[in-house]
């Protein structure tokens, strides 16, 4: 399984990114799907996971509200809507996905999937 991350870029306070990232291989189907980021000098964090199959959304209290995780199960494909950005949201930003075995209270813990994209930065000017 590959992850394909994009759509990073620079854009200013206040405004709006989309992330994808594309699922390619014959193995895929994760139970869990995830966004998580990486700012410079910190550890990375959770940001928003999605179940797979149902479709149902978690959230990491600095971004509720104001970030949207969604799929396409045709396109095998995860998307990350930012709006409102925030300098404290500029970090590489990272999709990772299992490998379908998950359990529910592991999804925030990024050790715990399996694959992962190369991550896409996002930078917010002030």
């Known amino acids: 399984v590959q992850l394909q991350a994009s759509g990073g870029g620079l854009v200013q306070d206040g405004g709006s990114l989309r992330l994808s990232c594309a699922a390619s291989?014959?193995?895929?189907?994760?139970?869990?799907m995830g966004w998580f980021r990486q700012a410079p000098g910190k550890d990375r964090e959770f940001v928003a996971t999605i179940n797979w199959r149902a479709g149902t959304t978690v959230y990491a209290d600095s971004v509720k509200g104001r970030f949207t995780i969604s799929r396409d199960r045709g396109k095998n494909t995860v998307y990350l809507q930012m709006n409102s950005l925030e300098p404290e949201d500029m970090a590489v930003y990272y999709c990772a996905a299992d490998r379908g075995s998950l359990i529910y209270s592991s999804q925030f813990d990024d050790s715990k999937y399996d694959y992962w994209g190369l991550g896409t930065l996002v930078t917010v000017s002030s």
């Open positions: 291989g014959r193995t895929f189907g994760p139970r869990y």
